[in-house]
């Protein structure tokens, strides 16, 4: 329910909501998004497979 909320208040699409944290002067949000298909830069064939991993901060 929670992060439904958030997600139509952020209009946040195709993520889902896995934290949220709260600190003294802001708020953090951790999502993950469905991985999706895409072209190799190896090889050029089509992959599902995810390579990397990362948290990006957005401001």
Known sequence: MHSNFINKLLNLQGVKINKI??????????IK????????PACGCLTSRVHDYRNQLIK
């Open 21 to 30: 944290s709260h600190e003294d002067s802001f708020i953090k949000i951790y």
């Open 33 to 40: 998004t469905n991985p999706r298909e895409h072209t190799c």
